[in-house]
């Protein structure tokens, strides 16, 4: 499996950007995996942004909860984010994953779980 992330760049705060994400390699089962992202600033941890699961269900950051919303595409593999009031704080490396299973609590993964190559997001004051 591999994810192809896409559509990061500079924005100027209070702007908008959509950032893809396109998998391939398992098209047959693309519907049953959970699809997030995730986020790193520098000397951060990597944090969960938003997530949209097999059945539909988000979840999103408070820090992000009504700027931005998460979305799927099933028939072409592929996971959106929209994001929209942006910050400077926002500002990050938005890695795209894609999972399911059960999760290995000490290896900190799950049975299936792929990430990928992330997308600078940057966000000017």
């Known amino acids: 499996v591999q994810l192809q992330a896409s559509g990061g760049g500079l924005v100027q705060a209070g702007g908008s950007l959509r950032i893809s994400c396109a998998a391939s390699?398992?098209?047959?089962?693309?519907?049953?995996?959970?699809m997030g992202w995730f986020r790193q600033a520098p000397g951060e941890r990597r944090t969960l942004v938003a997530v949209?699961?097999?059945?539909?269900?988000?979840n999103y950051a408070d820090s992000v909860k009504g700027r931005f919303t998460i979305s799927r595409d099933n028939a072409k593999n592929t996971v959106t984010l929209q994001m929209s009031s942006l910050k400077p704080e926002d500002t990050a490396v938005y890695y795209c994953r894609m999972y399911r299973g059960f999760f290995d609590t000490r290896h900190e993964r799950y049975d299936y779980d792929y990430w990928g190559q992330g997308t600078q997001v940057t966000v000017s004051s």
């Open positions: 949209v699961g097999s059945s539909r269900y988000r």
């Open positions: 390699g398992d098209g047959d089962t693309f519907a049953a995996y959970n």
